[in-house]
């Protein structure tokens, strides 16, 4: 099959009317943005940063991180740009989750929206909103609020890429502290499934990765004996395998 383009009517010409600039074409052109859906783990259940939107449309609705791209922006770039403009959270690894572009998704026009996914220890994120966000806050996964736009659509997409991402990568490690016991770990995967994971298991798998090594340090919590505590061998690589 050829993949060519093929020629257009004569009748409806590529460009607009006028136009001299070759690639100046008269089909409308969408407006681009970019959705941040952001998880941390806050008393062991899977919380995420949302914004209160402070202007039209859904004003005083709730709603991801984002906003239009500028026309000589990298998406990545704009990504990251509106979530620290709207929430004050800087210098996170983003992953590029999915594309969503249903017709008739933003009242305003036709626009297309980039969704990218980021994990962080809680400890580590003050919030504050700024920009054209109201307010800021983390809401629990299981106790969302009404959400503007298709927003509740992305954050189902990035909550079920996250566990599919589980069994064949660290990514998990991100909403960890610098250090960490097996049994912090095994938490945060719990927290993740949303089940119990079998203790002996866990730690025979956790303790084959070649991504964490013994500190030398122990760590008690409650009355439970001393635990060992484990670093990732290089923080800087941790895995988020495509």
């Known amino acids: ?23 100046c074409y008269r089909y ?11 998880f941390t783990i806050r008393d062991d259940s899977l919380h995420l940063l ?15 991180p984002g906003g239009f791209v500028d026309i000589d922006e990298d998406l990545m770039d704009g990504a990251a740009r509106e979530l620290a403009e ?3 959270v800087e210098n996170l690894y983003l992953e590029q989750l999915g594309t969503f572009g249903k017709p008739g998704r933003d009242p305003r026009e036709r626009v297309i929206s980039v969704a990218y996914l980021a994990l962080a220890p809680a400890a580590a994120q003050a919030v504050k909103a700024g920009d054209d966000a109201a307010a800021a806050a983390w809401f629990p996964l299981k106790a969302l609020p009404a959400l503007a736009f ?12 996250l566990v599919g991402k589980l069994d064949y990568s660290t990514i998990a490690f991100q909403l960890l502290p610098e250090t960490f016991t097996l049994g912090e770990l095994q938490r945060v995967y719990e927290t993740l499934v949303d089940a119990e994971i079998d203790k002996r298991n866990f730690r025979k798998w956790a303790q084959a ?7 030398g340090e122990l760590r008690r919590r409650g009355s439970h004996r001393p635990a060992r505590v484990y670093r990732l061998v290089d923080r800087e690589r941790i895995a988020y395998i495509k």
């Not at 949302?50 to 991801?64: T, V």
């Not at 990765?209 to 500190?215: D, G, H, S």
């Open 50 to 64: 949302l914004i209160e939107r402070g202007n039209e449309p859904f004003k005083g609705s709730w709603a991801l």
């Open 28 to 38: 409308p052109h969408p407006a681009v943005t970019t959705d941040v859906v952001l």
């Open 209 to 215: 990765l070649e991504a964490i090594e013994e500190t």
């Open 86 to 88: 709207e929430t004050g």
């Open 150 to 161: 298709d927003h509740a659509e992305i954050i189902e997409v990035a909550h079920q890429r």
């Open 1 to 23: 099959m050829s993949h060519k383009r093929e020629k257009s009517n004569p009748s409806m010409p590529d460009q607009a009317p006028g136009a001299t600039d070759p690639f």
